[in-house]
């Protein structure tokens, strides 16, 4: 059974480096065809897509986010990391980790982390 | 503001029918892109229960069902249960590399 378990610190200062891992079990992280990824969701708010990181190494990013996101990928602890840069308040959200499926032609995230909670607050 | 959009909120009795419409335009769901849709329960994350515009994934009940049309999606509830009541997003992919989401529904059992 995939599960995606994300940690990190749940408080980060303003303007400082938001860090977050997210810990895959059940799958190899390089299993061809699959690509992981990072959601996140302010409070009361909807979803946005963050980018995204393929089992090679390909990344891709929300056009909005790009100049401070940096998503890498640990094929030997099966992980994947997300690093946002120069947070504000306006980044305060839970965060999701998350698995793009192979079998959609466009993107579907068939596998979510239970989300983590990160505040950015002096 | 998100890329696609979703009403807010609908409601309705047990039983009823609902459905929530999501609007894109020429450079998402208009350029041919494939709809999903998640519902997300209080607390918790959001799990997919429609793929590709009108697909239910094993578990999901047949009283949900999705279309696609032009620059718009819609997912419809039949039946309505208690259980259902929850916020439902769409999600598609858009000619700017972006996986883009809808803001989101609230769905009322009332």
């Known amino acids: 059974q995939l599960q995606l378990q994300e940690s990190g610190p749940g408080l980060v200062k303003p303007s400082e480096t938001l860090s977050l891992t997210c810990t895959v079990s059940g799958v190899s992280i390089t299993s061809r065809g699959y690509y992981w990824g990072w959601i996140r969701q302010p409070p009361g708010k909807g979803l946005e897509w963050i980018g995204s990181?393929?089992?090679?190494?390909?990344?891709s990013y929300n056009p909005s986010l790009k100049s401070r996101v940096t998503i890498s990928i640990d094929t030997s602890k099966n992980q994947f990391s997300l690093k946002l840069s120069s947070v504000t308040a306006a980044d305060t959200a839970i965060y999701y980790c998350?698995?793009?499926?192979?079998?959609?032609?466009?993107?579907?995230?068939?596998?979510w982390g239970q989300g983590t909670l990160v505040a950015v607050s002096s | 503001q998100s890329v696609l959009t979703q009403p807010p909120s609908v409601s309705g009795a047990p039983g009823q029918r609902v459905t929530i419409s999501c609007t894109g335009s020429s450079s998402n769901i208009g350029a041919g892109y494939d709809v999903h849709w998640y519902q997300q329960l209080p607390g918790t994350a959001p799990k997919f229960i429609m793929f590709?515009?009108?697909n239910r994934p094993s578990g999901v009940p047949d009283r949900f069902s999705g279309s696609k049309s032009g620059t718009s999606a819609s997912l419809a509830i039949t039946g309505l249960q208690v259980e259902d009541e929850a916020d439902y997003y769409c999600?598609?992919?858009?000619?700017?590399?972006?996986?883009?989401f809808g803001g989101g529904t609230k769905l009322t059992v009332l």
């Open positions: 590709s515009n009108n």
């Open positions: 998350a698995r793009r499926g192979g079998v959609t032609a466009t993107p579907l995230v068939d596998y």
């Open positions: 990181i393929s089992y090679s190494g390909s990344t």
């Open positions: 999600q598609s992919y858009d000619s700017s590399l972006t996986w883009v």
